[in-house]
C-alpha cells in the first residue's frame, strides 16, 4: 500500500481516502470505496454544470434571441445547440478530473480518458450537425433557396461528419494516425463505394437535379411507373417524397429522376393555363352537305351569321367560275354539317371566358375509326386549380353535346342492353302484328 501512498498525489483524493480510514473501513476496501464515491461526487457534479450552464445559456440567449431581428438565432434554438454546448463542458470537465478519482488505478486512466474522448468527438460532432441544421432551416426560409434540394446536400454533410467522427474514434482507440485509417480506406475505395452505392448515386442525381432544376419542393410531377401524382414535399439524398392527391405518400428513389422519365407540371402552373384535349365521336353516316334551307336555320345562330354569310359568297363566286352543273352536289363546294359544328365550336371557345386565349385554341378532325369521326377539341383553360379545370372542361363539353343536334349531326356510343331490348321488341312486335 505504501506504493498507492505515493501515488495519492490529489488532496481531494487522500481527504476521501483518509476520512474512510478514520471510521474504521480497511484500506483496501476504502482505496475502492473512495474511487467509487468521488466517481458518484463527480457525476453528481458534471449533472449540475450541465443544468445550470442550459438554464444560464436559456435565459441569456433567449432575450438576446427575442431583440434579434434575424431567425438564424431562432433556428439554433430549435435545433437544440445550445443544449449540445452545455454537454460538452461536462465532458471537458471530466477528462481534466477522471486521472485524479483514478489516481490509484493507473490502468483505469487511460481506458476512463479515452471513453471521455470519444464522447467529447461525439458531442462535438452533433453540435456541428446542429448548426448545419440550423444553416439548412434558415436557407429554407430565403426564396433563393425555397426550391432547393437543401435536405440531400446537408445530409451528405452529416454523412461526411459521421465519417471523421468514426475515424477520430477509432483513431483514439487504436493509437493509430487518422490520415493513416484515410489510406487504408483509399485502398478499399471500391468497398466503400459499393457500401454507399445509393448515398452516392442519391447524391449525384440531387446535383444534376438542382443545377438543371429539373424538380423543385413544391412541383406536381407524374410518375407512372413509382405511382407517383402530386406534389413534391422533400427532395433528400436517397429519396423523393411525393404526397398524391388522394394524400398517399409516394417516395421515388432519387437517382429514378435521373434515369426515368416523368412528367413535371410547373410549367402549366407557371403558364396560368392548363391544356383541355378531348375528343367527341360523329356518327359517320350523320356527316352530309346542308341543305338551303338548313343553311338559313344556322344563320340564326349568333355565332355562325357572319360566317356563313362569308362562306355563302365565297362558295357562289368559286362555283359560278369552276363548276358547270350545279344540280349534282358533288360538283363544286359546299358547306357540311361537321364544318358549321366545328367552325361554331371554335367560335365558341374563343367567346366564353373560361379558355385562356393567349395559347392555342382548335376543333380538328382526328383518324376516323370505328367508332366514328372524333372531333377533338384543344384549348386551355384560365385556371389551374384542379376542381375549376374539371369544372371549365364538363361546361365546355356539356354544351358541345347539346348542341350536336341543330347540326343535323348524331354522337356515336355503343349500344346498351336498354338498345338491344327496345331492337327485339320492336321485332317481336311486327311479327305479332304480321
Not at 190 to 217: E, H, Y
Request: charged share 20%; glycine share 4%.
Amino acid at each position: 500500500m505504501n506504493v498507492l501512498d505515493h501515488q495519492l498525489k490529489s488532496n481531494i483524493y487522500s481527504f476521501g481516502y483518509d476520512t474512510l480510514l478514520k471510521i474504521g473501513i480497511s484500506s483496501e476496501l476504502a482505496h475502492y470505496l473512495n474511487a467509487v464515491l468521488l466517481l458518484m461526487v463527480l457525476f453528481a457534479l458534471l449533472y449540475l454544470v450541465d443544468i445550470s450552464l442550459r438554464k444560464l445559456l436559456r435565459i441569456s440567449v433567449i432575450k438576446i434571441v427575442r431583440k434579434s431581428k434575424t431567425r438564424f438565432d431562432d433556428f439554433l434554438i430549435h435545433n437544440r445547440v445550445l443544449k449540445y454546448v452545455t454537454h460538452l463542458v461536462p465532458l471537458i470537465i471530466a477528462k481534466q478530473l477522471l486521472p485524479v478519482i483514478f489516481i490509484g488505478f493507473p490502468k483505469w486512466i487511460n481506458f476512463t480518458v479515452k471513453i471521455t474522448d470519444i464522447l467529447i468527438i461525439v458531442a462535438v460532432t452533433v453540435l456541428v450537425k446542429a448548426i448545419f441544421y440550423a444553416v439548412k432551416d434558415y436557407l429554407n426560409t430565403k426564396k433563393r433557396f425555397a426550391d432547393k434540394p437543401l435536405d440531400s446536400y446537408f445530409q451528405v454533410i452529416a454523412i461526411l461528419l459521421y465519417i471523421v467522427c468514426a475515424i477520430l474514434i477509432f483513431s483514439e482507440l487504436t493509437g493509430k494516425d487518422p490520415y493513416g485509417l484515410l489510406i487504408s480506406l483509399g485502398a478499399a475505395s471500391a468497398i466503400v463505394m459499393l457500401v454507399f452505392k445509393d448515398t452516392i448515386l442519391g447524391f449525384v442525381a440531387s446535383i444534376q437535379v438542382s443545377s438543371n432544376d429539373m424538380v423543385r419542393v413544391g412541383d406536381w410531377i407524374e410518375m407512372a411507373k413509382y405511382g407517383a401524382d402530386g406534389d413534391v414535399l422533400e427532395i433528400n439524398l436517397n429519396t423523393v417524397k411525393v404526397q398524391n392527391f388522394d394524400k398517399t405518400i409516394t417516395t421515388i428513389p432519387t437517382y429514378a429522376l435521373i434515369s426515368d422519365s416523368f412528367k413535371n407540371y410547373r410549367g402549366m402552373q407557371k403558364s396560368g393555363g392548363r391544356r383541355i384535349k378531348r375528343s367527341i365521336n360523329i356518327k359517320l353516316g350523320s356527316v352530309r352537305f346542308l341543305e338551303a334551307d338548313e343553311i338559313e336555320n344556322l344563320k340564326r345562330i349568333k355565332l355562325l351569321k357572319s360566317y356563313i354569310m362569308e362562306r355563302q359568297q365565297e362558295i357562289a363566286t368559286y362555283n359560278h367560275t369552276h363548276v358547270d352543273d350545279p344540280t349534282m352536289l358533288v360538283n363544286g363546294r359546299r358547306m357540311t354539317n361537321v364544318g358549321l359544328f366545328r367552325e361554331y365550336v371554335k367560335r365558341y371557345l374563343l367567346n366564353i371566358q373560361s379558355t385562356n386565349k393567349r395559347y392555342a385554341i382548335m376543333v380538328r378532325h382526328l383518324q376516323p375509326t370505328e367508332h366514328g369521326l372524333p372531333i377533338e377539341i384543344y384549348t386551355f383553360a384560365n385556371s389551374i386549380v384542379w376542381a375549376e379545370y374539371e369544372g371549365i372542361m364538363a361546361d365546355i363539353f356539356d354544351h358541345v353535346i347539346a348542341v350536336v343536334p341543330y347540326f343535323h349531326l348524331e354522337l356515336f356510343e355503343l349500344p346498351s342492353a336498354a338498345d338491344f331490348h327496345d331492337l327485339f321488341a320492336d321485332q317481336y312486335h311486327k311479327k305479332t302484328n304480321s
